[in-house]
């Protein structure tokens, strides 16, 4: 998410409706996760369908957009709670899923949105289903909101050097800090009132720097696009890539962590 510049006094109406739509969707996200089940595969099928769709329109691959989605639908569908659920066979069917996309298109440029789309998707079902799967996907979702809204607010406080003026004209690099900061403040809370590994609280540092990565990302893709937003499904906030940024590359390397924990390797 970009870091906006400071609000004129016309645009309180926009700041308003862009809090309390932020609000509802952290709302759903938390619900989702804490049924889990029918309700967050649902939900991460419309996050993931709605990735891709932007995904086409921004890379310039309008034609084929249905394809890939319908293509991405078959990995999705076998990650649901009446198949197999996220495991070794829904990624072995997003890597097909994107090889089928890059033949017949004959460019990668839409199989990498299968790829960018898929991926968290399956590493958010993923890491529901372990030990302690609530705790670790809160963890997941606070560290990536804690980095957007430090971001934010230390950004328009402070200002400052620009991060990467080529991708966002907005972000700083006092909002990086602040981002990092909160993250960190976030994840020790959580290593004390509800137990989170205290390792997670040191790793929410690169993963708050990862999250920023992915933001940047987008940005970069927005620029080359010609294009202020993602999407338009959210007032106030533009599409669904413009609201997970952060969420798709952070979900998959957690993921990762967790499973090289589960294993002994960390």
Same mark, same amino acid.
């Given at each position: 998410?970009?870091?906006?510049?400071?609000?004129?006094?016309? @645009?309180?109406?926009?700041?308003?409706?862009?809090?309390?739509?932020?609000?509802?969707?952290?709302?759903? +996200?938390?619900? =989702? &996760?804490?049924?889990?089940?029918?309700?967050?595969?649902?939900?991460?099928?419309?996050?993931?369908?709605?990735?891709?769709?932007?995904?086409?329109?921004?890379?310039?691959?309008?034609?084929?957009?249905?394809?890939?989605?319908?293509?991405?639908?078959?990995?999705?569908?076998?990650?649901?709670?009446?198949?197999?659920?996220?495991?070794?066979?829904?990624?072995?069917? %997003?890597?097909?899923?994107?090889?089928?996309?890059?033949?017949?298109?004959?460019?990668?440029?839409?199989?990498?949105?299968?790829?960018?789309?898929?991926?968290? =998707?399956? $590493?958010?079902?993923?890491?529901?289903? %372990?030990?302690?799967?609530?705790? %670790?996907?809160?963890?997941?979702?606070?560290?990536?909101?804690?980095? #957007? /809204? &430090?971001?934010?607010?230390?950004?328009?406080? /402070?200002?400052?050097? @620009?991060? $990467?003026?080529?991708?966002?004209?907005?972000?700083?690099?006092?909002?990086?800090?602040?981002?990092?900061?909160?993250?960190?403040?976030?994840?020790?809370?959580?290593?004390?009132?509800?137990?989170?590994?205290?390792?997670?609280?040191?790793?929410?540092?690169?993963?708050?720097?990862?999250?920023?990565?992915?933001?940047?990302?987008?940005?970069?893709? @927005?620029?080359?696009?010609? $294009? @202020? #937003?993602?999407?338009?499904?959210?007032?106030?906030?533009?599409?669904?890539? #413009?609201?997970?940024?952060?969420?798709?590359?952070?979900?998959?390397?957690?993921?990762? /962590?967790? +499973? $090289?924990?589960?294993?002994? +390797?960390?």
């Amino acid at each position: 998410m970009d870091e906006p510049a400071a609000p004129k006094p016309g @645009k309180s109406n926009e700041l308003q409706t862009r809090v309390i739509v932020g609000v509802l969707l952290i709302a759903a +996200a938390l619900l =989702a &996760g804490y049924f889990a089940g029918m309700f967050l595969w649902l939900l991460v099928v419309l996050m993931a369908l709605g990735i891709m769709s932007e995904w086409a329109g921004l890379t310039g691959r309008h034609e084929n957009r249905r394809l890939a989605m319908y293509a991405l639908s078959v990995p999705l569908a076998i990650m649901s709670p009446w198949a197999a659920g996220p495991s070794f066979l829904g990624l072995g069917l %997003i890597l097909g899923a994107a090889m089928f996309v890059a033949i017949f298109d004959r460019s990668f440029k839409l199989a990498a949105g299968v790829l960018y789309a898929g991926f968290p =998707a399956l $590493a958010i079902l993923y890491l529901r289903g %372990i030990d302690n799967g609530i705790l %670790i996907m809160l963890w997941t979702l606070a560290l990536v909101w804690a980095t #957007d /809204i &430090g971001a934010y607010f230390s950004g328009r406080a /402070i200002g400052g050097p @620009k991060l $990467a003026p080529q991708f966002s004209p907005n972000k700083t690099w006092a909002g990086l800090i602040g981002g990092v900061i909160l993250t960190a403040a976030v994840s020790f809370i959580l290593h004390v009132y509800w137990a989170l590994p205290f390792h997670l609280v040191l790793l929410s540092i690169p993963l708050a720097v990862l999250a920023q990565m992915g933001d940047l990302f987008e940005s970069w893709l @927005k620029r080359k696009a010609g $294009a @202020k #937003d993602s999407g338009t499904i959210f007032p106030g906030h533009g599409g669904v890539m #413009d609201r997970l940024d952060g969420l798709i590359p952070v979900a998959p390397v957690v993921a990762l /962590i967790m +499973a $090289a924990d589960s294993l002994g +390797a960390l």
